[in-house]
């Protein structure tokens, strides 16, 4: 029987499903850091489950009568509603596309992957992966089919529409094409000018892990993560889970290096306000959702690369680094001050680990995952060639080749977590980034002054409105060219790094 008031009852439905979603979510983060190993088949079958409850919802019979019903009437709407409705109809499009077995078998497939992965990456052993790995393409490629066909497009747009809605690899091919004319010229320059400055000094260790995770909580707390409705924990691979109300990041930990887990913080805390900054009155419906990955990856990148590796920041974080580990810079030499750490935090070298690379080359670890899952995906690359095609193309964009498959393609969570056609949202949440960033710093000239003294307030606050805020009520370049004044490009990525590399 379909409800008088269609656009009530959908409402109604989909703040069911909003429910089912965010306790899948609190599943999730649990499955990646505090699960013990022997629950995994349960928790395989708890998040099955749920997933299928969440199919039956929005791929219920009378779903598209529904849909075509209050769209008729969708010009009586505010602009939220009408903005809720389309996001509705794209949200019943890719589930509607799906069979309940395809989703229970895709979800517990990468349940077992996700755990297989894990040992897999501990012991460099890529083979003890490929029987899981191959089961999860094998469903990905049947999503990504059945959703092709349903949107009228590839099968890898079809995957790539899921995290960056509208996304396709056409437009993708040409913002990395920009970058792959700009970026392995600009590398040479950047190696070339840090070669003529003094030596950057190393930060001698041991830096304890508890000491780490008070540093890490007093600056994401200054920044404006809360602590109230959030936790920060330890994950193998660093993420951000949860819901708008209960924010879950995650960093790991290395006693030798604590800029590794510092800036996986930062970076998390920059996901985490975004979530947090979700319009709060839309919170359970489609159109309160973050708006897709381009502009969630700007966040985290614009937090992490662009406000706290800035001299303004690292002057006021490096007194607190210095207290946190009871290093001075009298006693413990010059290593400590506030330009070698920014040095430190800038510097540019090729290496293996994509969470762990410089601005620089950050993207040209994109491309060769992009082009590799393209690959796969269409049937090119054959899973089991998968680490010499990845040391290959290490060796094409930064001229290395890593020493084993943990520092290579078993480094990631993403293919075996059936995120496929996730990875190009980084390198277009960087550009975007640089975009908002330039732009908040037009509108308000004192925020790096701001930034200097600890105050994030200036910039959360331009964030918020106009970027978190507006949840998913326009498509990602309407919110780029309403904040910034154009859509998505290359163009201020590409002057940040040469102003930022070059110029110093």
Same mark, same amino acid.
Request: charge should be negative.
């Given at each position: ?62 779903m598209p009568e529904l849909l075509s019903r209050a769209e008729e009437g969708g010009t ?29 078998? !895709? ?10 992965? *894990? ?25 990504? /089919? ?31 094409? /920009? ?10 320059? @950047? ?7 003094? $030596? ?7 830096? $304890? @892990? ?23 924990? @330890? ?16 960093? *790991? ?26 319009? *709060? ?56 001050? @506030? /330009? ?54 290490? !060796? ?109």
């Amino acid at each position: 029987m379909i409800a008088n008031d269609p656009y009530a009852e959908l409402e109604r439905r989909f703040a069911r499903l909003s429910a089912v979603s965010r306790a899948s979510a609190i599943l999730n983060w649990d499955r990646s850091t505090m699960m013990p190993d022997g629950a995994s088949d349960d928790r395989a079958d708890q998040l099955a489950t749920l997933g299928v409850i969440a199919h039956e919802i929005i791929a219920a019979p009378d779903m598209p009568e529904l849909l075509s019903r209050a769209e008729e009437g969708g010009t009586s709407l505010d602009p939220w509603r009408q903005a809720n409705l389309r996001e509705m109809r794209r949200a019943w499009v890719h589930e509607s596309a799906l069979p309940a077995d395809l989703v229970e078998a !895709r979800t517990r497939a990468c349940s077992a992957c996700e755990l297989a992965w *894990r040992s897999a990456k501990k012991n460099a052993d890529f083979k003890s992966l490929l029987p899981t790995l191959t089961e999860v393409l094998t469903l990905m490629r049947r999503v990504g /089919e059945a959703k092709a066909a349903a949107l009228g497009t590839s099968l890898y747009d079809a995957l790539l529409d899921e995290f960056e809605p509208g996304g396709r690899a056409a437009r993708i091919d040409a913002l990395f094409a /920009e970058l792959r004319a700009f970026l392995p010229d600009l590398l040479g320059r @950047v190696l070339e000018h840090q070669k003529r400055l003094p $030596p950057i000094l190393p930060l001698e260790g041991p830096f $304890p @892990v508890e000491a780490q995770r008070k540093l890490g909580e007093e600056l994401i707390r200054r920044i404006g993560f809360d602590f109230h409705h959030g936790r920060l924990d @330890v994950s193998a691979h660093p993420f951000t889970g949860g819901t708008a109300d209960d924010v879950r990041i995650t960093t *790991r930990y290395d006693e030798q290096d604590f800029a590794r887990a510092l800036m996986g913080v930062l970076h998390e805390t920059g996901h985490g306000l975004y979530e947090a900054g979700l319009p *709060r009155d839309w919170r359970r419906q489609p159109v309160g959702n973050a708006r897709g990955m381009t502009l969630h990856e700007s966040q985290s990148l614009l937090m992490e690369m662009q406000a706290c590796r800035s001299g303004a920041f690292v002057a006021f974080a490096a007194p607190r680094m210095r207290a946190a580990f009871g290093k001075d810079v009298d006693k413990d030499g010059p290593a400590w001050s @506030v /330009e070698n750490i920014h040095r430190l935090y800038t510097r540019v070298a090729p290496g293996f680990i994509r969470v762990d690379a410089d601005e620089v080359t950050y993207p040209l670890h994109i491309m060769l995952r992009y082009r590799l899952e393209r690959a796969m995906l269409a049937g090119d690359l054959p899973l089991a060639d998968l680490p010499g095609a990845w040391n290959e193309g290490m !060796r094409d964009l930064l001229g290395i080749v890593p020493a084993d498959d943990s520092l290579g393609c078993l480094q990631d969570i993403h293919w075996p977590d059936g995120g496929w056609g996730y990875f190009p949202t980084y390198t277009l949440g960087a550009l975007a980034a640089a975009q908002l960033f330039a732009a908040a710093r037009r509108a308000e000239p004192g925020l790096l002054e701001a930034i200097g003294k600890g105050d994030f307030s200036p910039l959360l606050g331009w964030l918020r409105a106009n970027v978190h805020g507006k949840g998913s009520i326009a498509t990602t370049d309407e919110i780029l060219t309403a904040a910034t004044g154009a859509p998505l490009g290359s163009a201020a990525f590409k002057a940040h790094l040469e102003s930022r590399y070059l110029s110093a």
